[in-house]
């Protein structure tokens, strides 16, 4: 059955800085080379079992050059092709974030040709009546900056806030809709606790300060964003950590409970009153009871689901976004938006089917009256996958990796058809 979206409703795409644009020198760019050959030798164990393409992947994954983002799809020098893709879309909006390393590469030092660089980039969106959607850190952070500590340490707080002067003041007659911290709580996660990413510690007190001030740099970010963009809306891309518990079985429901708060409402809870939206970022559930695991927390075992996997070995669950939507409907009773949510398919074999049954899921939670204001797909492009490096493929549009040239795969049709209809 069709369900016709509101006019207002906002189809794009997302993207992020050090995953598209290459040459990027920043915390990430010098951890890749410290770690590429770990993560190479270690893949094996990784992916070996879950991914289902493991023999199509095994040569790029267990290459150490398959972790070095390097040149990346070189979006920095082709904006011109990117736009392209966008306007052959016909989204309304593209998220994309600002590279903090290039803006400020020395501390209180503010690279003009930089700034000029981004400014343009926008105006041309906004000459082709797409929406910038601003992410103003998305993972990464100058090397000067985590020298200093981080986000652990308490004058990165206000050494974000100035950066955040800079980009509202150049960006204010063309940026509307902002979005401050990607995904805080997994940066906090995998950088200070698991210490799989940046900065590759294990130390809760740290992850905990870090946290602290990563809430704090988020209601900054939204008193000096309204200070002088007084109409805009401020938001966070939240990342979605979504469990069920295993056979619904009281005891592990219990353990769901925890997860959530401690993953998801700690955060959110404490930002709430500076919010305008909450983004969402959904990919999969996880179905998880007590049990012993290897990983950072011991006491929670995941329970693998059959049916179709990504590339990356997770479920593909479109339910999920809305149960995940009802949550937070029902907890903050604010309006919501999509900001990311794809799929790991480098064959185009699932990615159709994960852009309608998640739209559609989205139509579900609107015809229940969950405030739905947009649906962002990841990603316009195959790119840096973090830690995994290159061999997941996100994107709409398919990159060759030698000559860089864009192709738009068969699935980014049927989300073109999709937002042509609004339905």
């Known amino acids: 059955m069709a369900y016709q979206f509101p ?8 993207t992020a800085s050090h995953q598209i644009e290459g040459n990027t020198v920043n915390d990430w760019s010098e951890w890749e080379q410290q770690n590429a050959k770990r993560l190479a030798e270690e893949a094996p164990k990784a992916f070996g079992k879950t991914s289902p393409v493991w023999n199509e992947v095994k040569t790029d994954a267990t290459n150490p050059a398959n972790y070095i983002s390097g040149v990346g ?5 082709r904006i011109e092709e990117d736009i392209a893709l966008l306007k052959e879309l016909g989204v ?4 994309f974030s600002i590279e903090w390393s290039r803006i400020e590469p020395e501390k209180g030092k503010f690279d003009e040709v ?3 660089h981004y400014v343009d980039f926008i105006g041309r969106l906004r000459q082709e009546n797409i929406q910038p959607w601003v992410t103003t850190v998305h993972r990464t952070i100058p090397q000067w900056v985590a020298k200093q500590g981080g986000w652990a340490n308490k004058d990165t707080v206000i050494d974000y806030g100035e950066y955040v002067k800079v980009l509202a003041s150049h960006f204010q007659d063309h940026v509307q809709h902002w979005l401050p911290l990607n995904e805080p709580i997994l940066n906090v996660g995998g950088g200070f606790f698991s210490g799989q990413i940046p900065p590759g510690r294990k130390n809760p007190i740290a992850g905990i300060k870090a946290l602290r001030n990563m809430i704090q740099a988020h209601r900054l970010a939204h008193q000096i964003i309204h200070h002088i963009i007084p109409e805009a809306q401020v938001g966070v891309a939240h990342a979605a950590i979504y469990a069920e518990g295993h ?3 009281w005891v592990n429901c219990l353990l769901v409970s925890l997860l959530h708060y401690v993953a998801n409402w700690i955060f959110l809870d404490r930002v709430k009153n500076h919010l305008d939206f909450i983004g969402i970022q959904y990919y999969t559930r996880g179905v998880i009871g ?4 290897r990983t950072f927390i011991p006491f929670v075992k995941t329970y693998p689901q059959s049916g179709p996997h990504s590339d990356m070995g997770q479920e593909i669950y479109s339910e999920g976004l809305y149960n995940f939507a009802k949550l937070v409907h029902r907890r903050y009773h604010k309006p919501i938006v999509v900001t990311e949510n794809g799929v790991a398919d480098r064959n185009d074999t699932h990615r159709a089917n994960v852009i309608r049954s998640h739209i559609a899921q989205v139509a579900r939670a ?6 739905m204001r947009g649906y962002f797909h990841w990603s316009l492009l195959d790119n840096f996958e973090w830690d995994k490096g290159y061999w997941p493929r996100f994107g ?4 060759n990796r030698t000559t860089l040239q864009r192709t738009l795969r068969p699935s980014a049709e049927k989300y073109k058809e999709i937002i042509r209809q609004n339905r």
Do not use: P
């Not at 006019?7 to 997302?14: C, L, Q």
């Not at 309304?92 to 998220?95: D, E, F, G």
């Not at 609107?366 to 405030?371: A, E, H, M, N, P």
């Open 7 to 14: 006019k207002n409703f906002t189809w794009g795409v997302s």
């Open 92 to 95: 309304k909006a593209y998220r």
């Open 114 to 116: 930089a700034i000029k």
């Open 396 to 399: 709409l549009v398919h990159v």
């Open 290 to 293: 007590f049990g012993f695991a």
């Open 73 to 77: 799809d070189d979006s920095y020098n």
């Open 366 to 371: 609107l015809q229940d009256g969950i405030d």
């Open 247 to 249: 056979k619904n079985r």
